[in-house]
Nanobody, 122 residues
Framework: QVQLVESGGGRVQAGGSLRLSCAASGYIVSINAMNWYRQAPGKQRELVADITSSGRTNYADSVKGRFTISRDNAKNTVYLQMSSLKPEDTAVYYC????????????????WGPGTQVTVSS
């Protein structure tokens, strides 16, 4: 009923930049928090950044000053601008959001996108 689809991943050299996008679609009433997670091979999934519906942001210490999360509420889309990329940023990046849908307007459900690969070469 709700889909999150990420785009913008790829391969980049260290020091480069990428911009990830994640668009939510479906019978959406509202979207609360929108988040970016990542999972590197052999490691646990970790929160990279999150943004509330009012625009308040939070970042993992490892990406502060290099990554910027933003959202366009009219488009139900969240972005992650990644700059000064390092090889240790290599991971699958997942979009996650708390979404209120028309069929269940009394509570938000938690949804995940399928992920997009980001590879940073040294």
């Amino acid at each position: 009923q709700v889909q999150l689809v990420e785009s913008g991943g790829g391969r980049v050299q260290a020091g480069g930049s990428l911009r990830l996008s994640c668009a939510a679609s479906g019978y959406i009433v509202s979207i609360n928090a929108m988040n970016w997670y990542r999972q590197a091979p052999g490691k646990q999934r970790e929160l990279v950044a999150d943004i509330t519906s009012s625009g308040r942001t939070n970042y993992a210490d490892s990406v502060k000053g290099r990554f910027t999360i933003s959202r366009d509420n009219a488009k139900n889309t969240v972005y992650l601008q990644m700059s000064s990329l390092k090889p240790e940023d290599t991971a699958v990046y997942y979009c996650n959001a708390d979404i209120v849908v028309a069929s269940m307007p009394w509570a938000a459900g938690n949804y995940w996108g399928p992920g997009t690969q980001v590879t940073v070469s040294s």
